[in-house]
Every structure is written in structure tokens, then in C-alpha cells.
């Protein structure tokens, strides 16, 4: 999907970006870099904590990746990515003397992640080029400990000169936490429209094809990481009222969380469900998929800081139904761009699931005024033009001095 990103002009130089991520599988944040990373490659270089899939992605499109091997103890995953204990700090310690003996050629650092954050702002202590940190997460304590928010807030306050949040919703987190609000900035994510527009209908067909589904069958799409806080199993407890809807589910459990994957197969099983749920693993091919789904439900059981997924889903004109907490509420007007159910509430999804399904037109208004409030609001030149100022920013005054 981000190929595309090759044809977006470049009105300004860029920057010489030394980003660093320390996840190397293909989650929203990974993706979301993978789109930055293309605009920036003839001048910067991604700094990787781990080998995997993601620095395959950036290798296929010409990024410069760079695998700085993290002791294990640094990369134990927990959900989210948050640092476990302070027992890892002699291991970011050695990380961060590393990012800054690499950071040399570079005008600033862009940490992608919480964990990148904290090296990079070691390094930056230790005297590396300004740190930007690109927080993609809600700070509360059900994603991360007290002491992991509280010595990645210490450090952003002291060492980040800016911190980027995908979403006014993680931003307002972000300094209820105890972050400076004066180094926020909102750079929402940009999502390129164009392959979605490149699907044809046999491709469509093929997929329904392939599911054994007829065109008038409804089917709902789910389409994030295997993870509680994704709530998939939300959308499998509404679906058990609608005895007509399938389900296509797409994603695997990134970080650790099989054993909630294995729950929800086997709660597929069950026969008020057998038969309807098609598990479709990690997939590249999203536009697609999400066109052959009649309504794409995102149904975190947590404020999500962004989803993409919810762009994606108005990119590719079908009705959205997401939870009215979190980044979706800055993405979605309920009842105008997409439809927008309590979190945790399988009572109230199977409601708005019904009610599109049961409308006159099938959701197409919903899904056409999502597409152009995706399209106006959420356009990747948008995204690389906002995050180009928000890098000038600390950039040109470091040049000056
Ligand atoms: N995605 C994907 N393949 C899959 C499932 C998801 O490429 O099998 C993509 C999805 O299209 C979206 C991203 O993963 O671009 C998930 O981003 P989101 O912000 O919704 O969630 P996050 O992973 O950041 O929590």
C-alpha cells in the first residue's frame, strides 16, 4: 500500500531522519513508519531493534535498515511494547550508546516506539542530535506500569524537543500522564487512498469465491493483530444474534497473545457461530478484503490512539462501525462518517451491525461521507507535509546555533 507513497511530490529537502522502532513485525505503528521511512529514504536510514518482517517491508522499497540486535531482556514483549522493569536498563543503556555512536550523520532521531523512545533519549543525554518521539499509544495504566509511564514521561519532558501524537486522544493522555503540553504536537496518520481505488470487482469476487459467500450474504471484517484489547471476541458475541452475518477475521497475535487467539477459535466453534467465522491469518492484501466485507467493525475494548483500520475501512467506501473512545471519536461522526457503539457493549455492535444491514441503502451513505471526510482529512500528503513542519521545527533552530 505505501509503494505509492514514491508519487507524492516533494515540495521541500528533507531532513536527514534517523528513525528507530525497536519492533520488527507489521503492526499499525510499523506500518504507519513504513510510510514515513519511503518519504525520507534517499536521506535517512531505520534503525531496527530486531530482525522480521517489517525490515523485509522497508528493504523491498529501498529504506536503508539497519539492525541494531537488542539483548532479549529488551525485547520480552509485553502487549503494547512497555518497558517490563528497570531490569532492562543496563540493556538500553547499551543500546543508547550505540544509537548515538550511529546518529552522527543525522539531523535529528525519530523514536517510533516507547521502548526506542528511552534509548534515544539516553542517547540524546549522552550528547546524540535531537529526539522526536512519535507516540502512538493512549498512556494509561492498562497499557503500560506506573514506573514505564513515569520514566517515559521524565525523559520526554527533559530530552524530547518534541513529542508527535497520532490523535488529540493521545495527546490529552500524554499530558494527563504528566507530559509538557508544549512539546505536543498532533500529526494525525495519513492513508493513501489509491489502492483501495485499484481493486477491481473480480478481485473482489474471488475473495467472496473463495469464502463460498454469495454477494447479498453480510459480512463484517475485522482486521487488527489477534489481541484482547481488539475486542474480536466482542464482535463473535454479537454475531451470535445475527444467525444470518459472517465474520472475516484478519490478523494473528503479534506480541505474545496466542492463547487468546486459540479462545477465539474455539469459540467459533460453538454452533451458534460454526460455519460463519472465516480466519483469514495476517493478509497484505487489506483493500481488497475490506471491499469484498459488507461493514469493517474495529471493536477495541480500549480507547484506540488512532486505527487506521477505521481509515482504511472508509478508504474502501464500506460503513465503519467503531467505539466511542480514544482517536476513533476524532475519525468517525457517529451516524455521519461511520457509526460509533460503547466499547465492551456486544449488545449495542449486533445493534449497529442490524441496523445498517437492515437500512434502505445498505450503509452507502454512511460509507460514501466516510470516504470523502478519509480522503479530506487523512491523505497522506497531508500527513508528510504536517510531519515535514513539526521535524523544521526542531531542525532549523538547531542549525542556527
Ligand atoms: N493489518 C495488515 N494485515 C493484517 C491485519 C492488519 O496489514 O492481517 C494492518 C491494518 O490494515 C492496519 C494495521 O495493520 O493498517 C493496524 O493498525 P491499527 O492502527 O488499526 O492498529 P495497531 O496495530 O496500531 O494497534
Not at 32 to 55: C, H, K, M, N
Not at 136 to 141: E, F, G, L, P, V
Not at 157 to 164: D, E, F, G, R, Y
Not at 306 to 335: H, S, T
Request: with cysteine; charged share 20%.
Amino acid at each position: 500500500m505505501s509503494e505509492t507513497l514514491s508519487t507524492v511530490s516533494r515540495p521541500y529537502p528533507h531532513h536527514r531522519v534517523l528513525f528507530v522502532d525497536h519492533a520488527s513485525v507489521l503492526g499499525g505503528a510499523e506500518l504507519s513508519l513504513l510510510d514515513l521511512a519511503i518519504a525520507y529514504r534517499e536521506t535517512s536510514q531505520v534503525l531496527l531493534f530486531d530482525d522480521g518482517p517489517f525490515r523485509e517491508k522497508l528493504e523491498a522499497v529501498g529504506v536503508d535498515v539497519q539492525i541494531l540486535k537488542a539483548p532479549s531482556a529488551l525485547l520480552a514483549i509485553r502487549a503494547s511494547g512497555g518497558l517490563s522493569t528497570l531490569k532492562v536498563f543496563p540493556a538500553l543503556w547499551s543500546m543508547a550508546r550505540q544509537i548515538k555512536a550511529r546518529s552522527r550523520d543525522f539531523d535529528l532521531i525519530h523514536a517510533n516506539s516507547q521502548k526506542a523512545f528511552v534509548a534515544a533519549a539516553l542517547a540524546r543525554w549522552m550528547g546524540a542530535p535531537p529526539v522526536v518521539w512519535h507516540l502512538r499509544d493512549i498512556m494509561t495504566a492498562s497499557h503500560f506500569s506506573r514506573l514505564n509511564r513515569e520514566l517515559a514521561i521524565a525523559l520526554a519532558n527533559s530530552q524530547a524537543s518534541q513529542v508527535i501524537v497520532n490523535s488529540q486522544a493521545t495527546g490529552e493522555a500524554f499530558v494527563a500522564a504528566g507530559g509538557k503540553p508544549d512539546k505536543v504536537r498532533v500529526v494525525y496518520n495519513g492513508v493513501s487512498a489509491q489502492p483501495f481505488e485499484q481493486v477491481t470487482s473480480e478481485q473482489i469476487q474471488q475473495i467472496r469465491d473463495e469464502l463460498q459467500l454469495d454477494e447479498d450474504t453480510p459480512l463484517v471484517g475485522s482486521f487488527s493483530r489477534l489481541s484482547y484489547w481488539k475486542g474480536q471476541h466482542v464482535l463473535l458475541e454479537a454475531l451470535r444474534e445475527l444467525p444470518q452475518v459472517h465474520a472475516m477475521i484478519v490478523g494473528k497475535a503479534l506480541f505474545g497473545e496466542d492463547d487468546y487467539a486459540t479462545q477465539l477459535r474455539t469459540s467459533a466453534t460453538s454452533p451458534d457461530l460454526s460455519g460463519r467465522i472465516h480466519w483469514l491469518g495476517f493478509r497484505n492484501d487489506i483493500p481488497t478484503l475490506m471491499k469484498a466485507c459488507t461493514i469493517v467493525a474495529h471493536t477495541s475494548t480500549e480507547p484506540e490512539p488512532f486505527g487506521r483500520v477505521i481509515v482504511e475501512g472508509q478508504l474502501a467506501q464500506r460503513p465503519v462501525i467503531a467505539m466511542k473512545a480514544g482517536g476513533a471519536k476524532e475519525l468517525i461522526e457517529d451516524g455521519v462518517t461511520g457509526r460509533l457503539v460503547p466499547p465492551n457493549q456486544a449488545i449495542a455492535l449486533g445493534q449497529a451491525i442490524n441496523d445498517i444491514i437492515e437500512s434502505s441503502d445498505g450503509g452507502h451513505i454512511l460509507a460514501q461521507q466516510g470516504y470523502h471526510h478519509a480522503v479530506e482529512q487523512f491523505s497522506l500528503e497531508t500527513l508528510l507535509t504536517r510531519f515535514h513542519h513539526v521535524l523544521s521545527e526542531v531542525v532549523e533552530p538547531a542549525m542556527q546555533t
